[in-house]
């Protein structure tokens, strides 16, 4: 079982830069695929930023050349660097988790409200 605990949402003027954090528990973090999805009031959820075991990433092409994820498997977290924020990015956002040969991400964190102003 993989528990996960988000950090770093808040308020944000449009414009401004977040960090959010997930810490991870578990021995073998460094395997699985980590990524953070968001969901939007009124709108369905959606895949953010991932980054495999091997360190590649992709991301949502709302979110490319302003987001940034990265992980540290010395210290079981992943992080994603939001700059450049649009009051379109207010959403929930969840770090996420699965096992590299599964294709949905079966463990969710608790979410971390990010609101970002106009």
């Known amino acids: 079982q993989v528990q996960l605990v988000e950090s770093g949402g808040g308020l944000v003027q449009a414009g401004g830069s977040l960090r959010l954090s997930c810490a991870a528990s578990?021995?073998?973090?460094?395997?699985?695929?980590m990524a953070w999805h968001r969901q939007a009031p009124g709108k369905q959820r959606e895949l953010v930023a991932a980054i495999s075991n091997s360190g590649g990433t992709n991301y949502a092409d709302s979110v490319k050349g302003r987001f940034t994820i990265s992980r540290d498997n010395a210290k079981n977290t992943v992080y994603l660097q939001m700059n450049s924020l649009k009051p379109e990015d207010t959403a929930v956002y969840y770090c996420t988790a699965k096992h590299p040969r599964r294709l949905e991400y079966d463990y969710w964190g608790q979410g971390t409200q990010v609101t970002v102003s106009s």
């Open positions: 578990g021995s073998f973090f460094s395997i699985l695929h």
